[in-house]
Each structure stands twice: as C-alpha cells, then as structure tokens.
C-alpha cells in the first residue's frame, strides 16, 4: 500500500517536473489595447528611423516626422476602404477581437517642399522579443497570425515594389521558413538609367490573383508618373483579405525568438502600402478552425493556418466528402450521417504540425410554418401565432409591416402572442439546428389589421330644399374609415329607418321630401364595431324651385363673331347672368310671366361659360344654367417668304398655320398650281416668265374660320443665279439696311461670306433670309469696301459660285 502511495507521488513529481507553459506572450495579441512589450520603428526606406522601446499605454504611432498615424490598434471592426473587409477579423469561427493597421496612405509626396517629393518613402515595423518556454522541442509551441494587405502598384521591378514581410529570427539569424515577403509581382520590365529608379513594369495581374490579390474598384489619387502635386485618379490599388498563417517555435525552447511585422512603400517612395496583423492568443500547437457540429449534407467550411511553402493533408469521417481544398489549408466538405475524427497535418522545412476535432452531425434545420392567421380591429388585440413542423432551435421571431423591412422579436419559444397591433403584420420565426446548419426562416403567418370604423361628417350638415329641387342637393361623406352598410333617414332625429333599398354610395341626393327630414350613414371597417356619420339636416320649403331650360348649352365660335344664348323660364321670378361685359340683350332680370323666354347674344374673344342664375321668390335656392362658349383663336397663315425663280423652275409651295384644325386649304389664284386645295402644291410658271404673280391663301376650319396670307413671286428669263448688290446703307432707316444673297432658282445656299480688306471674315451664313447689318462685334462700321464670296446650289443640281465687292455706304 505505501508503495502504490509512494509511485503516484512520483508520477505526480514527474509530471508536475516535465510540463511544459503552453501559454502565450503578454499582449502578444494587442489583447491591452496598446503596444505593451512591442517595440516599434518608423522611418524612410534606406533612411533616418524612429525607435519607439517602450510603449507600454501606447495605441497610436505617427509616421515619421508627419502627423499621419503610421501604426494604431485597433480593438473594434471598422471596414477597410480599399478591400471592403473588416479591420479586425473573424476567421472560421475565431474571434481575433483585436488588431493593428501597420502603415497609411503616406507616401513621399507628403514630405514635398517647394511642389516636389522628397526622396524615400515611409516604412514601419512592430517587433515582439518572445521568450520560448523550456521544454522538448518534440511539443510544438506555435505563434499564428492573420494579415490583410493595401498596396498600390507602383510599376517598378518587384523587388522595388510596396511590401509587407513577416520576419522571424532565431539566435542563429532569420528562420526562412517562417519569414514570409507579401508585395504585387510584375515582369521585371521597368526601364530607367541616369540614376533614376526604373518604372513602367508590367504587373503580372495572373501571379497576384494567383496569391490572393484582388484590384480594389476604389479610385487613388496617384502620383505616378507625375512630377507635381496634382496627381492622377487611377484604379491601381490592389488587396488581399484575411489570411491565416502559423509557424513552430519548438525547436527555440528556452530561447529568444524575434518577430517582426513591417510594411514599407515602394523604394523611391511614391507608392504606399499598409496592412493589419492580429494574432491568436493560443499557443498550444496546430488548431483546427469549423463547427464541431457539422449539418449534414450542407458544405461547411474547416481550416487551420497557413504554413509557408508548406504540405496539406486532411482526413475526414467515413461517409464525409472533401469538395475542395485537400491540399489547402482549408477545405470545404460535405458531411455525412455521422459523426467522427477529422485531421490536419501541415509540414514543411522547420515544421511538422497536426491537430484532430472530433465531430457530430445534426440533421438540416426544417424551419416549419407558423398557424393563427387572424384579421383583428386595429388598437386593442390580440392573436396567438405557433410554429410547428420544426426542426432546430428557436433563434427569434420576425415581424414586418410591408413584407421588406423586418423587426426582431426577442421569443425563443414556438408561441408568441401578438397585441394591440395598428397595421396588418406578417410573422415569421428563426430556425437553426445547430451553429453548423444555416438559419431558416418558417412560413409566414399574417394577422389583418382593420382601423378603426369613423363614421365621418356629412357635408353640408344642414340645407333647405324646395319640391322639384334637382341642384344644391347632394350630401357628400367625408373623413370615414370603413365602407357604408346604408344610409338613414328620419324625420325628429331620434327614431331612424334604413333606406330601402340599400344605399352603399358615399354621395346621396335628396329628392321627393315633403318635410324637413335627417340623414346619416351607418358604417363598419371589417371586423370592427359599425359607427354612424353626423348627421345632416334637410330642411323643406313648399315653393317650387325654378325652372328654365337653355339652348344651346355648348356653342363654337370664331374670334370676333357672336353666338345666340337662349333661354325659357317656367318657374321663376328673377334671374341674372355673369360675365355681362360680352352680353348683350341680357333683359332687364324681372320675370312677368310663365313662360318667360331670354334671347341673349355672347362675343366673347376666348372660351368663356354663361351662367344664368333663376331664383323664384319664397324658394332660398337658385337654379343655375351654364353656356359653354368655345372660341377659336386668330388663325395665322404663313404662305412663305417672297421668291424669285426661273421661268423654268417648279416652285414648291408650303404654308404653315397656327392651328391644326384649320386644314381647308384655298389658293387663288389657281394660275400655274397642280392643286389649289392642299397645303403644299406645286407651281409652274414657265409661261409666265418675267412676270410677277401674287398667291393668296386661305386656311379654314370646317366651322368656317379662316385666315389669310400671301407670297409674291418674281418669274426671272434669266438661268439660275445668286445676285448681290454692289452697295447696301445700314442707317437704320429701314431701306437697304440689309446686305442678302438673292438667289434665283437656287434651292440650297451653302454659304454667304464677307470679308474685310484684310482678309478677315466679319460675317458668314447659310441661310437666305439671312444678311449682314454692317455691324461687326455689335458695332456699326464706317465707309469701306468689302469682298463676298457665296455658293449655292440650283434646281437642277448645278453648284454656282459668286464672289465680288460691295461698298457699305455710312
């Protein structure tokens, strides 16, 4: 027996003796907020640098010698502007919680004097000395970090281009292995001499896809290329999201280890880079990252951190499938009915790193459907909503009130009771079975949400009717919320009678009363309690309502011309009439006897109505009549400019007129026209030549309104030409103010120009109605000569060219 006590106290002893810290470094993972035990050092590429010690209450560096931040922790997610990922990542379920940005947007151009660049770009760097805990090397002791990377390309040889590296150095110097360089590949093309860096490398976009880079749609203001301050928008800014990398730090136990993150700008400065680091905080060897319940037959994600120019191998359960990544770092699998082992191992020239996680599997959430559909009266409520036929864990309910925008629910049981809503609203609840399988949403269940009925205000609420009354008595609802079950009617506003048979307009009117009588609505909304309207009173007047008929109720007319309004009164004992200054014979408004007749004449100059008012002595309401007097306005005709052709010319005419309706076409005379009744005919004054005729035009509607133009032709012996007189006098006097080509059987002018004695072109047209007035820039010119050049083009397609001189006179 003490034997037996005696062994498990060395076995005890031996244990305690022979196990190895597996913990981490203070703040290896910025877990403090701040640098503490991180070094850092900012500076310019192959210049002066900044040492920063000690930083312990430190979370921001500036960049060297300018106020931009050059190094900052982060300890909350913000998006990167360039790469759209998250500041601070989650990686396959792993939450870093913490990072830090490890450069800027800096570049050369930001230490210019005098709109030139200083030489040398910023680089900057964070090291952590880590003390690798005794022990044998045989138990891994692993450091593992993710970064992201921002680079502009700078278009010089890769090895002058932006970088980010990650450096690990051991006693014996840097560990290669572990100690990888980020930066965009290009074809080594850049040109350069004198001194100069080279540049215009071509990038090899494939290798920097290849390694994960994607060109940001964000546009930079660049430098590249330039030699100022002013820059360049280009599209030239490439990222690479979160990735995972780890390293073995076994074979260093009871030794010092350095790492150091750094990012430099190109070379010759002018280009930036930046990028974020995080590192895990679990140092105890290889981790494999993914759900430990898996949903079957739904691809699930699992990873572990990248190993340089390392060799992947994975297994996985029987009845599981690899779909991608075997021979990656991370795979994408499809899980079958059972659960089991899954393994990683990665290896390479310093390491040989494995891990297992055991793994169950869940069936695929079923998100099930949702029963109480109800239709309730808006404000106090109340529907009892449950989900069945599901298969998982419930993570929440969902309302919305349009079927787009949804709320949450805080209820993670399969009933909730919905209350007091005021707009119809649909439900549905959150399913997963298990963090492994995906969220579901269940079918919808929909509670109706009637408003409230209102009964509305009946308008007019009170109003006197007189027997035969068929105007001024309608009564209107307004303001209701609900539909209209029927009117009601009473005659001492107390004992009320349904109308018979059912009235559900929103309009009534009132007729065949003999006594003052009330009315109201009866109105209900869907399920909710009926309401009635306010109630109207009608009150009755035993005197006829006048009575009067008109012809013509709607007349045409054109400008400047009358129409007769005639009307016969046969109850009634005044009247009068509106808009009197265009009526005459009105009659003086007494009524001497039935019938009465009214013989009114209208000249109105635009469209006007009539009203003729009749009131009978005793009844307080008015009968009103309306004419309708529509007036067409002034047609204008426009047959063309005056011409001139030759005898042997077609001449093609065309009117335009203001109103379309007007479309009854008369020329006179009908001398030399194939058609005196269209809007276009053609002439043919042959016999007529060295004569002048005068067509006039007449445009009517079929009413009869018209209007009138005419357009004088000048029939020339001679061929066709373009004429220009030999002076012209811009006095203002309204003769010969204008200097105008006259062309004769010309139908296009090219063109029409005038030049100064110096050559210079003071006016230019093509345009035949067009001239010169003598003025240059708006000023009117003194006595000169001047030079004309003109070109045109006659009826028969022959081009004619004319130039001369023509003597302004002042």
């Not at 703040?27 to 403090?32: E, K, L, R």
């Not at 029987?318 to 021979?327: K, P």
């Amino acid at each position: 027996m003490k034997i037996i006590i005696i062994s498990g106290l060395l076995a005890s002893w031996f244990s305690a003796a022979f196990s190895q810290d597996q913990s981490c470094p203070f703040n290896i993972n910025f877990s403090a907020g701040d640098l503490s035990s991180w070094s850092a050092q900012t500076g310019l590429v192959g210049g002066s640098t900044r040492q920063y010690p000690t930083n312990t209450g430190v979370s921001v560096i500036p960049e060297y010698s300018i106020l931009n931040t050059g190094i900052q922790v982060l300890t909350s997610a913000g998006t990167d502007r360039f790469g759209g990922f998250p500041t601070v990542p989650v990686i396959n379920g792993y939450s870093y919680d913490y990072s830090i940005k490890l450069g800027s947007e800096a570049t050369s151009w930001d230490l210019q004097q005098d709109n030139q660049r200083s030489p040398g770009g910023f680089v900057r760097s964070v090291t952590y000395t880590v003390n690798v805990p005794a022990g044998s090397p045989s138990e891994p002791y692993t450091m593992t970090y993710a970064y992201a990377l921002v680079l502009e390309n700078g278009t010089h040889n890769s090895n002058q281009q932006p970088v980010f590296t990650a450096t690990v150095k051991g006693p014996a110097g840097i560990i290669t292995c572990a100690s990888p360089s980020y930066y965009l590949p290009t074809l080594n093309n850049a040109t350069g001499g004198n001194g100069q860096t080279p540049t215009g490398a071509t990038l090899d976009s494939a290798a920097a896809i290849a390694d994960g880079f994607s060109l940001s749609s964000t546009l930079f203001l660049s430098h590249a290329g330039q030699n100022n301050g002013n820059g360049t928008l280009l599209q030239d800014i490439w990222t690479k999201p979160w990735t995972e990398v780890t390293f073995d730090l076994s074979p260093y136990r009871g030794q010092q280890v350095t790492l150091t993150f750094e990012a430099s700008n190109c070379t010759p400065g002018a280009h930036f880079a930046y990028a974020y680091i995080a590192l895990r905080n679990d140092c105890g060897g290889l981790e494999i990252s993914g759900y430990k319940e898996a949903c079957s037959n739904t691809n699930t994600v699992y990873s572990i951190p990248a190993l340089a120019n390392s060799v992947y191998s994975w297994t996985v359960p029987a009845g599981w499938t690899i779909i991608t990544g075997a021979n990656t770092n991370i795979i994408t699998v499809k899980p079958g009915a059972a659960g089991g082992i899954i393994t990683a191992q990665e290896i390479n020239s310093c390491a040989d790193l494995r891990d297992t996680i055991t793994v169950t599997t869940l069936p695929p959430t079923v998100a099930g459907f949702l029963t109480g559909d109800n239709t309730v009266c808006a404000d106090a409520n109340s529907t009892i909503l449950t989900l069945n036929g599901e298969t998982g864990n419930i993570l929440g309910w969902l309302s919305s009130t349009d079927g787009l925008r949804w709320s949450a629910i805080t209820n993670t049981t399969n009933q909730y009771t919905a209350q007091n809503l005021n707009s119809t609203t649909q439900y549905r609840a959150l399913v997963q079975n298990g963090s492994g399988c995906s969220i579901d949403t269940s079918g919808p269940a929909l509670v109706t949400v009637n408003p409230q009925t209102n009964g509305g205000n009946l308008d007019p609420d009170e109003f006197t009717i007189c027997p035969s009354q068929t105007q001024q008595n309608v009564i209107l609802l307004n303001g209701s919320v609900g539909q209209v079950q029927n009117w009601q009617y009473s005659y001492d506003g107390a004992n009320w009678s349904n109308f018979s048979p059912v009235n559900t307009n929103t309009s009534y009117s009132v007729s065949s009363v003999n006594q003052t009588t009330y009315y109201r609505t009866l109105l209900k909304s869907g399920v909710c309690p009926a309401d009635t309207s306010t109630i109207a009173k009608v009150n009755f007047v035993n005197v006829p309502f006048p009575s009067a008929t008109i012809n013509p109720d709607t007349a045409s007319i054109c400008y400047g011309t009358s129409t007769a309004l005639n009307a016969v009164i046969t109850a009634g004992t005044n009247y009068t009439w509106n808009n009197t200054s265009t009526l005459t014979n009105t009659g003086n408004g007494q009524v001497s006897a039935w019938p009465y007749a009214i013989h009114a004449t209208a000249a109105p100059l635009q469209n006007t109505d009539y009203i003729l008012s009749v009131t009978n002595a005793g009844c307080p309401n008015a009968l009103l009549d309306t004419f309708h007097v529509f007036v067409t306005q002034p047609i204008t005709v426009f047959a063309g400019n005056d011409t001139s052709i030759v005898a042997s010319q077609p001449l093609q005419l065309n009117i335009t007129v203001s109103d379309s309706l007007a479309n009854q076409y008369t020329w006179l005379p009908g001398t030399g026209l194939d058609n005196t009744h269209i809007a276009n005919p053609v002439a043919n004054l042959s016999n007529m030549a060295g004569s002048t005729i005068t067509y006039t035009v007449r445009a009517a509607t079929a009413e009869g309104c018209f209007g009138e133009d005419n357009i004088k032709v000048m029939v020339f012996t001679t061929a066709p030409d373009i004429f220009v007189p030999s002076a012209f006098t811009p006095n203002r006097d309204g003769r010969n103010d204008v200097l105008r080509p006259i062309g004769v059987g010309i139908s296009q002018l090219h063109y029409f120009r005038i030049y100064n004695r110096w050559g210079q072109l003071v006016f230019s047209t093509t345009d035949m109605e067009s001239g010169w007035d003598g003025t240059i820039n708006g000023k009117l010119q003194t006595t000169d000569t001047y030079v004309y050049v003109t070109q045109g083009i006659d009826y028969t397609g022959k081009i004619i060219t004319r130039k001369g001189t023509v003597t302004l006179i002042q």
